[in-house]
């Protein structure tokens, strides 16, 4: 039972570069998230994916796409990479109810030049 | 909307030595609250969490956390830390109707001396 996992760890781009980040759980869990976190400050809430073949925003959506591509795995696309995106990603799963507990990957380390 | 304050960016503590770690929060009726532990390079793990209820709420590792709605806090707590409790915390608060919609803190950097 691995949990959620990502990749990869990390990747550097060239501004204007595109790449997806893959995320997969195996604990049956309904929901998926893709949070960004900054140096000093919490996670924000990119997309989420409250159950297979739904998508919704989160705080954060702007300069990236999601897609779920079955129960087990989300992911996160940058189409044209900007500096801006440079960050640490995690991706994370849940059951899908309203007070259940979310699962973290390990997250990947995203630079842009 | 809803948000979340961690007031303390750093805090410094000896090993053995008690620690409190602040949360306040705002948001229009009951929230679900969350404290997480983020090692460093490692992702978030769930400390703790506070639906309803008992408003002391026991998690892993030792530490338990005080729900005080009149106050719009839930402060973080554990009696004696270890040197391994070194990390960043993050409290979130969530909706009552989607946890997937948390709002984090900043986070408050635990370090712990020798």
């Known amino acids: 039972n691995a949990g959620v996992t990502q990749t990869p760890k990390f990747q550097v781009l060239k501004t204007g570069q595109s790449m997806t980040l893959q995320c997969a759980q195996d604990?049956?869990?309904?929901?998926m998230y893709w949070y960004r976190q900054d140096p000093g400050m919490g996670l924000r809430l990119i997309y989420y994916?409250?159950?297979?073949?739904?998508?919704d925003k989160g705080e954060v959506p702007n300069g990236y796409n999601v897609s779920r591509l079955n129960k087990r795995e989300f992911s996160l696309r940058l189409e044209s990479a900007a500096p801006s995106q440079t960050s640490v990603y995690f991706c994370?799963?849940?059951?899908?109810?309203?007070?259940?507990?979310?699962?973290f990957g390990p997250g990947t380390r995203l630079t842009v030049l | 909307a809803q948000s979340v304050t961690q007031p303390d960016i750093h805090i410094t503590v000896s090993e053995g030595a008690s620690l409190e770690l602040r949360c306040n929060y705002s948001y229009g009726a009951t929230p679900y609250l969350f404290w997480y532990v983020q090692s460093p390079g490692q992702g978030l793990q769930l400390l703790l969490k506070y639906f309803s209820g008992d408003t002391l709420v026991q998690g892993i590792k030792g530490f338990e956390a005080e729900f005080k709605r009149s106050q719009s806090s839930f402060n973080l707590r554990k009696p004696s830390v270890h040197w391994s409790d070194a990390a960043e915390y993050f409290c979130a608060v969530s909706p009552y109707t989607n946890a997937g919609k948390s709002t984090f803190g900043d986070g408050t950097t635990l370090t712990v001396k020798p």
């Open positions: 604990m049956n869990h309904n929901s």
């Open positions: 994370a799963s849940s059951e899908g109810r309203g007070t259940d507990t979310q699962y």
């Open positions: 994916s409250a159950s297979e073949g739904t998508t």
